[in-house]
């Protein structure tokens, strides 16, 4: 299994506090991935990071940063969180692969982290 | 634009008998990959089987199968002699050439004994 770790699992406070979720990875892969899982909507992407200090936003990014000052740390970051929110927080990993490689370059995922925003 | 689609929100199948999934993408890039997971009751993502853009061949991998049509950019799933422990949700994704993953909102299947 790839080593994939998130903190805290499990989650609960208050509309208008800060959050942040941490994902740590030993695989020393490039990509890193924060997406949300919510009933009806499959996962979406937050942000994603390309490499130390390179980040790009996703398809919801709104209220939500995220840093990546170590190859092994992706950390998203809810400023004043709200109860929409609420939801499944999955952290990802890949790394990029040509069209002639034998390695699928697929995304490994950490058991994810459950926020509840009250 | 990238898009995954599933418009099979819940499936049923009857024990040992095979299924299929349906995956359909969007997608304006030269190369990409496309992939499908499993997420049984316990939350984890498992991934199943990949096919990338340019394999001329279907992907296999034991009871799971990949039926590509680029030309209808379809990536269904098949699941042969389906088992209880199949019974999970289940998602279509697509790598993009930058590297995002794009998934599908996921289809529900239940094995019936």
């Known amino acids: 299994d790839a080593g994939i770790t998130q903190s805290p699992r499990h989650k609960v406070t208050e509309t208008g506090t800060p959050v942040t979720l941490r994902c740590h990875q030993t695989e020393n892969h490039r990509y890193m991935y924060w997406y949300r899982q919510d009933p009806g909507h499959g996962l979406r992407l937050i942000h994603y990071?390309?490499?130390?200090?390179?980040?790009d936003k996703g398809e919801v990014s709104d209220g939500y940063s995220v840093s990546r000052s170590k190859t092994e740390d992706f950390l998203l970051t809810l400023e004043s969180a709200t109860s929409s929110q609420t939801s499944v927080y999955f952290c990802a990993i890949s790394e990029k692969v040509g069209l002639a490689a034998k390695n699928t370059g697929e995304l490994f995922f950490g058991e994810g982290s459950r926020l509840t925003v009250l | 634009a990238q898009k995954i689609t599933q418009t099979q929100p819940g499936m049923f199948v009857q024990e040992k008998e095979a299924v299929t999934l349906d995956c359909t993408y969007d997608?304006?890039?030269?190369?990409?990959?496309l992939f499908w997971y499993k997420q049984p009751s316990s939350g984890e993502m498992i991934f199943l089987i990949y096919q990338g853009s340019y394999d001329q061949q279907n992907a296999t991998e034991g009871r799971y199968s990949l039926n590509f049509q680029k030309a209808r950019k379809s990536a269904n799933l098949v699941i042969s002699a389906s088992q209880l422990g199949d019974s999970a949700m289940y998602f279509c994704a697509m790598r993009a050439v930058s590297n995002q993953f794009y998934f599908g909102t996921g289809t529900s299947l239940t094995v019936i004994p």
């Open positions: 997608t304006s890039d030269p190369s990409y990959g």
């Open positions: 990071s390309y490499g130390v200090k390179d980040t």
